[in-house]
């Protein structure tokens, strides 16, 4: 008992027991006073800064010993409290001072008396503002933080006007303070502060193209500063310092441009800063494509249009070989850069955007019209670069867009070659773009004389219309004539009577490509539905504001539409020509209530893509008119039936010779959608919570479900249409690849889409034979 009594009392144990347990108010007692202990010690530490200013009566002094005096300031031995306080007796009140330090230490006190008694006395004399408890606080804490800095720099970050006019401050105007050799104007400049730029300026006469130890002028300290004013006041005087590089080969506008401070580049070039100054990356314009500050490249842009042409001196390469951001290329593409401009070493802006794996990028250059087999450096194709990084995205989306694989460089080796040397992913990918023609030169021989038609049919299916396109191509490949020549009547759904259209007016299958890829971009921002102003816009700039249907007459194009005005709808199809006179029988008449449709050369072509295309959910109505593919998502049938009645209101006017057989249909989709399990689709009348779950799923799966039979183009409409084709003695053909995935009508992902054209490449590949028999018949006489 007595050894456990001793350990009980040891210091040690006693604090281990009491903080683990025993004694709990005991050692939340101790951490409090612990807490207020170091409160007390911040607070005392805070009160006894020595260089704490202070206001004191001078007559606290009286008794003391004067050890120094200069003008105002005056060092005193305070005796009684062993310090040497320095006192600023108040020139306008000179019962009252402030005391600038209390320091223990002679030796130290003369040290900082001397520093004080070398930098104040211009700032007393010349404004009251500087007698000011807080201002004096701010003074004294700058003399001794920047003890090289001369009166000249302390007043320009003080801030007070008035100092500016004393003389000792005047005359060191343009003064190097000795870290940074900067000047006090260097100094007003990156405070932004105009005022006291003014004062040095224009009274105390500081010059412009003086440079710091780093080679920077007034501007480059503007530039770095937050106010453009400052930089609008420096450049209204004439100076060498607007164009000055510094020791990094930075201009102002360079470094303006690398910060991305467009307001500054704005002012630089106002005040005519130069644009063809060499940097360490180019010009001002490439070094704003480097550190991708879009705005300062646009501005420079709209102040110089040619700058968009620069050619850096060291590589030869334009702004758009600089761009690192899709968005950075779009802009200068859309300000009319060269896609296809080449550097010194023969590379255009894709190769560089493939060496560096910028696939947004790459993506961007291809939709607005790249050459996927440039040779460029050693005769390399960016299709040879993308093997090289074994980038498998790279390769699909440059052989989509039309690369070839046997194509050798300077070393005679071809991307097929390189592809022995990688996985074997990248082996078939070539495997398969190997079957293809090379590149080919489309010409236009519409045959006036061909005794029979040819009818393409166009689904619907939003931006999937990409697939289209790749089928188009291939058989425009295949056959080496544009699709507008191959076929007499052109059908077309939604995204398939855009197409449609831009067949009709001889727009080129890789050119709507690309347009489709900036399209989505531009049509498919926010939620749904979405706004119809940036869809419409599309339409007139690639069609015209004014251009009637009837403009162009060959081939015969109509878009399906749905007329939602009535109940029940009725599908409505705007054409290029005069509609049969069985359905021109004005179906309105028999009820007054209902509005006529507008006669085709009316019909502004915009309009009817716009009408044919406001699918449910995605666009708002146009007018009365739905998406056509509510009614007829494949137009094939109504196409082939609209072709009879032609037909038989020309033979009904006498006109039979006019009569063509229809021997070939073409019906191409917009890819097919993997099948999925769907475990519900019951509605009842709900009892209890999880009936109502069961209900709402149950209801939603059966409205998905009751769309996608109406608007589905294949199933039994293929088998329709393919029917009434053998019926009739005509070649039917569909084309519809299956895709891996489900893709939304506005997908925007390039990845994705690029996938599902690789697959569409694929099918082509697969159906090669379909294909060669398809062109056979079309180019028979």
């Known amino acids: 008992m007595g050894e456990q009594a001793q350990l009980t009392r040891d210091p040690v144990f006693f604090q281990t027991a009491g903080a683990g347990r025993g004694t709990p108010q005991l050692g939340r007692g101790m951490q409090f006073f612990g807490r207020l202990v170091n409160t007390l010690s911040s607070v005392t530490n805070l009160f006894s800064n020595p260089f704490r200013v202070k206001e004191v009566p001078v007559a606290d002094y009286a008794t003391c010993s004067r050890v120094c005096e200069e003008g105002q300031l005056v060092l005193f031995h305070n005796v009684p409290n062993h310090t040497w306080d320095c006192i600023l007796v108040n020139p306008r009140n000179l019962q009252n001072g402030f005391r600038l330090f209390q320091l223990e230490v002679e030796a130290d006190s003369l040290v900082s008396f001397q520093q004080y008694s070398a930098q104040l006395p211009p700032f007393y004399e010349s404004s009251a503002q500087a007698l000011h408890l807080e201002t004096l606080q701010h003074l004294t804490d700058l003399v001794r933080s920047h003890p090289s800095w001369s009166v000249a720099h302390l007043a320009v970050e003080l801030g007070i006007r008035e100092c500016f006019h004393h003389s000792r401050i005047i005359s060191c105007a343009n003064s190097k303070e000795n870290e940074e050799g900067c000047t006090p104007l260097h100094l007003a400049c990156r405070k932004g502060d105009s005022e006291v730029l003014v004062e040095l300026v224009h009274y105390c006469h500081a010059q412009l193209d003086v440079t710091d130890n780093n080679g920077e ?10 106010s453009s004013q400052v930089l609008q006041l420096l450049g209204k005087n004439a100076s060498a310092g607007l164009n000055q590089v510094n020791n990094q080969g930075l201009t102002p506008l360079h470094l303006a441009c690398q910060l991305g401070k467009q307001e500054m580049v704005r002012v630089l070039l106002l005040c005519n800063a130069r644009c063809n100054i060499l940097g360490p990356t180019g010009y001002p314009i490439h070094t704003a494509m480097k550190f991708s500050q879009r705005g300062c490249a646009e501005m420079i842009i709209s102040m110089d249009s040619n700058q968009i042409h620069s050619k850096d001196p060291r590589y030869g390469a334009s702004p758009l070989h600089w761009a690192k951001t899709a968005e950075m290329a779009r802009m200068l593409l859309k300000r009319g850069s060269d896609v296809n401009s080449t550097s010194s070493t023969g590379n255009t802006a894709l190769h560089v ?3 560096r794996n910028r696939f947004e990028c790459v993506m961007v250059l291809l939709t607005h019209g790249a050459h996927a087999g440039a040779r460029g450096e050693h ?16 390769v699909k989306a440059l052989i989509v867009f039309g690369a070839e694989v046997d194509t050798p460089n300077d070393f005679g080796e071809t991307p097929m070659f390189m592809a022995s040397k990688v996985h074997k992913e990248l082996q078939d990918i070539l495997h398969i773009s190997r079957a293809r023609k090379p590149a080919f030169i489309l010409s236009s021989m519409r045959d006036e004389k061909r005794s029979h038609d040819h009818l393409l049919c166009l689904d619907g299916g939003g931006v999937k219309g990409l697939v289209i396109i790749q089928l188009l191509l291939a058989i425009e490949r295949a056959s080496g004539i544009a699709t507008k020549d191959l ?8 995204t398939g009577g ?10 080129s299958m890789a050119y709507m490509r690309g347009v489709y890829f900036r399209m989505k971009d531009e049509v498919f921002r926010g939620s749904r539905p979405y706004e119809s102003g940036p869809l419409e816009e599309f339409l007139k700039r690639e069609f015209g504001e004014h251009t009637k249907m009837t403009d162009v007459k060959k081939p015969k194009v109509m878009l399906t539409g749905t007329l939602s005005d009535r109940q029940p709808a009725e599908l409505h199809l705007f054409r290029n020509y005069e509609a049969p006179e069985v359905v021109r029988e004005p179906r309105f008449s028999q009820n007054i209530h209902l509005k006529p449709t507008t006669h085709p050369s009316e019909q502004l072509v915009w309009r009817a893509a716009r009408s044919s295309g406001a699918a449910p959910t995605y666009f708002r109505p146009n007018g009365r008119f739905l998406d056509g593919g509510l009614l007829a998502n494949n137009p094939t049938l109504d196409a082939m039936t609209e072709i009879h009645e032609y037909n038989q209101d020309l033979i009904r006017k006498g006109q039979g010779s006019k009569v063509k057989k229809l021997s070939v249909v073409v019906s191409l989709g917009t890819g097919r959608s993997p099948q999925v399990p769907v475990t519900c689709v019951d509605i009842f009348r709900p009892s209890n919570p999880w009936e109502l779950a069961k209900t709402v799923f149950g209801a939603k799966e059966l409205g998905k479900m009751v769309v996608d039979c109406c608007t589905d183009p294949d199933g039994r409409a293929v088998d329709r249409a393919r029917a009434w084709c053998e019926m009739v003695e005509t070649q039917y ?16 992902s390039d990845a994705v889409l690029v996938n599902a054209l690789w697959e569409t490449e694929v099918y082509i590949h697969e159906h090669r034979d379909q294909f060669q028999k398809l062109v056979q018949l079309l180019l028979s006489p």
Do not use: C
């Open 217 to 226: 002028t007034a501007f480059h300290y503007a530039v770095q500063g937050d």
């Open 733 to 748: 053909f569909r084309l519809n690849p299956q895709l891996g995935t489900d893709i939304m009508l506005d997908e925007v």
């Open 379 to 394: 005769g390399n194709t960016p299709l040879h670069l993308a093997m090289s990084k074994d980038n498998v995205e790279l």
């Open 487 to 494: 076929f007499d009547w052109v059908a077309g759904t939604s």
């Open 498 to 507: 855009i197409l449609a259209l831009s067949i009709l007016h001889g727009k």
């Open 353 to 355: 955007a493939v060496m």
